[in-house]
Nanobody
Framework: QLQASGGGLVQTGGSLRLSCAASGRAFSTYTMGWFRQAPGKEREFVAAINWRDGNTAYVDSVKGRFTISRDNAKNTVYLQMNSLKPEDTAVYYC???????????????????WGQGTLVTVSS
């Protein structure tokens, strides 16, 4: 089970940190990802972090502004979002891939578990 939190309303240029807490003992073996879905749009990949070596991947539009990290002792993955823009407004979802893949997957179909989403609104 995944529980996302940390969303809210922020002005352009502001920052937010999203958290996703996972239950269970297998968290350290999950590759974790963040996705987002804006109104009327498909869910899109934002960032992911590999279970084995901490390798990360980002969508081009957030590179240099967002940072994904994880704390296996707390079963939590984070998404630090800086320099937020109105186009970052969306519901953000965390997801877990239990396949033990050595890659960093970007497709929604490659993830097995999903959190409930947390809304991020960036005002202009």
């Amino acid at each position: 089970q995944l529980q996302a939190s940390g969303g809210g309303l922020v002005q352009t240029g502001g920052s937010l940190r999203l958290s996703c807490a996972a239950s269970g003992r297998a968290f350290s073996t999950y590759t974790m990802g963040w996705f987002r879905q804006a109104p009327g749009k498909e869910r899109e990949f934002v960032a992911a972090i590999n279970w084995r070596d901490g390798n990360t991947a980002y969508v081009d539009s957030v590179k240099g502004r967002f940072t994904i990290s994880r704390d296996n002792a707390k079963n939590t993955v984070y998404l630090q979002m800086n320099s937020l823009k109105p186009e970052d407004t969306a519901v953000y979802y965390c997801a877990a891939d239990e396949s033990w893949s050595l890659l960093v997957p970007r497709a929604t179909t490659q993830y097995d578990y999903w959190g409930q989403g947390t809304l991020v609104t960036v005002s202009s």
